[in-house]
């Protein structure tokens, strides 16, 4: 059996290397390098793994030039089925504990 999604990072890869001038996998990275308006360089790594559960794609996804993403619900593609926005209070418990012993 093959493993999920070997073929898909492949090529990826390969449309991620052919796209950034100068850029090359190291281990099991691919390594982009920037220069910055200041003339500082760098490099963003971008690591490949195929994801458990698909997504839909919508308002929750932050287009370039936005600060963050919109604050639409994010479900499992194929369902109607909505991600709760607050935290439970089992949640809100174990942060305030968490908070606690960190002395917050």
């Known amino acids: 059996m093959a493993i999920k999604g070997a073929q898909a990072k492949i090529d990826i890869t390969k ?20 220069t910055d308006p200041d003339g500082t360089t760098g490099q963003i ?32 593609a194929g369902t109607n089925e909505q991600v709760p926005q607050e935290p439970s209070a089992e949640e809100k418990e174990r942060l305030a504990t968490l908070l606690n012993r960190l002395g917050l």
């Open 15 to 34: 449309k991620i290397l052919n796209t950034f001038p100068g850029s090359f996998t190291y281990e099991k990275e691919i390594r982009v390098p920037y």
């Open 45 to 76: 790594k971008i690591t490949l793994t195929a994801a458990k559960v698909a997504v839909e794609g919508g308002e929750d996804v932050a287009l370039p030039g936005e600060e963050k993403a919109a604050t639409a619900d994010v479900k499992p």
